[in-house]
């Protein structure tokens, strides 16, 4: 049987597979930004094809979610709410991204406030029914916005809903009576915690993507029914695990970013293998960069991330986003300054090398001027370059900044470096950790090519390109954990019953867990639990998460609970802490089921295959002169061989650069370690 891994994103769809014979498999084409289901279809196609019946595990990550939001191409949904808080959507927070901004323009929610309605119903803090539900009210309401608005799913969110789901459950209960094939999503259901806005923001993007997410799940399963019946359909999570393609209709809040997430999978299963513990991953495709910091073998997870401005109160995994890739376009700002990037070529028409209409010059325009990127070994020769359009791109540029073409792509490579540095120390430096003490995992169409330069600035010692970096986002899917996070708000205090409390609230979390996974169609015995609580000294308007033993805190209480969050808080702010009244706010339980590690093996294994290194001689372009370099085929080099920089190492999906100074050396699994060349003498 067949296992493979698929992974859209913005210029290139990734196909990465273990065949019958468990080998190792690639391929790759370009994404099909109008409908990325089209590129998955004609991959699996391309890929497989009679093969396509032995198919059983698909894993799936795409930008499908994440598009639609930035895009504002998701459905006409509609808010239900508590009466009173109508415009909750539209206050939003009174945060300013920038202090110092006069004017301050919050971003538009994704529902107007002309399908927002209220209804009378009212809950207290402590989820004790104060008001009942108004049903009357509900269904008078619902049925004109729908006769009005034509509204496509309904997001419910009823103030202190989290605490007792009783309104919400009965208002899904009666609209689905009423309309049947009306989406209708409940806050307790996608985000049953405090904070009232970032729980309906979540809320109402989970029901603005819901018909579309549907509609493109649907539309893969019943391709794998027809061509590929014994397939189950698995899908990426942005909290780092994959779950079955029926857990996510309904939550297509929790596909975004997932393709950044799987690749950060992977890289953490590769380090582990090679022995690096403290990671910093850099994803970089033909739009952005993506990075994220690992500590200790673990990646740093957020429980709230932001696209497009708006909160999702969704566990995922912490990674920070620069506007640099192989599509980025270089132009001139008003004061005459070569700018490169946020704006990309995209998929189409992409860079003016490939033939596809594009005319402004991009990083990888400057990456074959410099002959960085050979036309002819560029995705291993199954795509032509013309380098002649390149050349005539970056020359009209070039002309309008008084330079040659050869200084303005050298130019081009240099600022697309810094602006991922600048990402780096966002993840990094910003936050405490020292990069040097880091080694930097590079992968992408573009990262092997960049990191070099990137680490060399941060002096950074150690560079890592894992096995398949082009499909490296489309291997982790394959490596990744059968996983769902689960969060529920229940404010305690840190007291003598605590112990026996929190027993009670987990036990109950890992029963819906179990059931969950068990309509999965697994069993709960195969479940690994971790368990973690978000607690904050009282007054305080945040919380930390703490990990931590259950078995410990059953049998010490408050005493393990209080010397665990002070330690917690210690290394966090530094300095004394704020007293002894401590409060859990909410309780987190992750339930996963692991991936065999041999699957990371059969993977990497044979990564080089040939004793016998394919190497040529040549030149290239390097920082204002012409250096010898040499060009080697990735497939051909031995476990331990060593290569001296000016080097370039090609391979079917990526190229890495490897300057002058530096050394590239095969490491166990078919990895490439850079290193500056004092790092070995």
């Known amino acids: 049987m067949i296992k493979m891994a698929i992974e859209v994103g913005g210029t290139f769809t990734d196909l990465i597979w273990l065949d019958e014979a468990n080998e190792v498999r690639t391929h790759k084409l370009p994404s099909t930004p109008g409908d990325p289901s089209i590129g998955v279809i004609k991959g699996l196609t391309e890929a497989l094809g009679n093969s396509l019946p032995a198919l059983s595990q698909l894993l799936h990550g795409s930008t499908v979610a994440t598009n639609a939001i930035l895009e504002r191409k998701g459905c006409r949904a509609a808010f239900l709410t508590t009466r009173g808080f109508r415009d909750v959507l539209a206050l939003q927070r009174q945060l300013r991204p920038n202090v110092y901004a006069i004017a301050c323009e919050k971003p538009e929610p994704l529902v107007p406030l002309s399908r927002s309605i209220e209804v009378t119903e009212r809950l207290d803090a402590a989820g004790v029914v104060v008001l009942p539900l108004d049903e009357g009210e509900l269904m008078r309401l619902v049925d004109d916005l729908v006769t009005r608005e034509g509204v496509e799913a309904i997001a419910v969110c009823f103030l202190h809903a989290y605490r ?40 109402a993007m989970a029901a603005y993507l819901a018909p579309l997410v549907g509609r493109y799940l649907a539309h893969l399963e019943s391709h794998l029914a027809q061509s590929a019946p014994k397939s189950d359909l698995f899908i990426m999570q942005s909290s780092g695990g994959v779950l079955p393609s029926a857990g996510s209709r309904d939550r297509g809040v929790d596909m975004l970013n997932s393709g950044p997430a799987a690749g950060v999978i992977g890289a953490a299963r590769v380090a582990e293998v090679i022995g690096d513990r403290d990671v910093i991953t850099l994803d970089i495709g033909g739009t952005s960069a993506d990075i994220c910091l690992i500590a200790a073998g673990t990646p740093g997870v957020t429980a709230e991330t932001e696209v497009d401005g708006l909160p999702v109160g969704l566990p995922s995994i912490d990674i ?55 036309p002819q070994r560029f995705l291993g020769g199954r795509m032509t370059l013309r380098p002649e359009r390149a050349d005539e791109a970056l020359a009209l540029l070039a002309k309008s900044l008084g330079q040659s073409a050869d200084a303005l792509a050298q130019a081009m490579v240099e600022i697309g470096a810094a602006h991922i540095g600048r990402g780096i120390r966002l993840v990094s430096v910003q936050r405490g950790h020292d990069p040097k003490h880091y080694a930097l995992y590079a992968y992408g169409g573009m990262g092997p090519m960049i990191g070099a330069l ?58 819906e867990a179990a059931e969950e996974f068990t309509a999965f169609g697994r069993s709960p015995k195969e479940l690994v639990f971790e368990h973690a609580l978000e607690m904050r000294f009282r007054g305080q308007g945040f919380e930390l998460l703490t990990p931590v033993d259950v078995a410990r805190l059953a049998k010490e209480g408050a005493s393990y609970l209080h010397a665990l969050f002070q330690d917690t808080h210690r290394v966090r702010y530094g300095g004394s802490a704020f007293g002894d009244a401590i409060e859990i706010v909410t309780f987190r339980l992750v339930a996963q089921i692991p991936t065999p590690r041999q699957v990371l093996d059969q993977v990497t294994q044979g990564a080089a295959k040939s004793a016998t290194p394919e190497i040529e001689e040549g030149r290239i372009a390097f920082r204002g002169g012409k250096v010898p370099c040499r060009f080697a085929w990735r497939q051909s080099l031995p476990e331990n061989f060593v290569l001296a920089g000016a080097a370039i190492i090609e391979e079917p999906t990526a190229t890495t650069l490897v300057p002058p100074g530096w050394i590239a050396t095969v490491a166990r699994g078919g990895s490439l370690v850079l290193t500056p060349k004092e790092e070995r003498s």
């Open 320 to 374: 920070a986003n620069v506007g640099a890739g192989g599509g980025s376009l270089g132009w001139i700002d008003p004061g005459g300054m070569l700018q490169v990037g946020p704006r990309s070529a995209g998929a189409r028409p992409g860079p003016a090398c490939y033939g596809h209409g594009g005319t402004a010059p991009t990083i990888t325009d400057a990456l074959v001027r410099l002959g960085w990127i050979r």
């Open 164 to 203: 007792n789901p009783v309104h919400e459950e009965r208002a899904r209960q009666l609209i689905e009576e009423r309309h049947p094939d009306l989406p209708v999503v409940l806050s307790t259901r996608v985000l049953p915690t405090f904070r009232e806005y970032e729980r309906a923001s979540t809320t």
């Open 454 to 511: 990137a680490a060399g600035e941060l002096n950074i010692r150690r560079v890592v390109v894992p096995p398949y970096p082009g499909l490296f986002s489309a291997l982790g899917l394959l490596v990744a954990d059968l996983k769902r996070i689960y969060r529920q708000t229940n404010l305690l205090p840190v007291d003598s019953h605590i112990g026996r409390h929190a027993a009670d609230i987990f036990e109950q979390m890992r029963k």
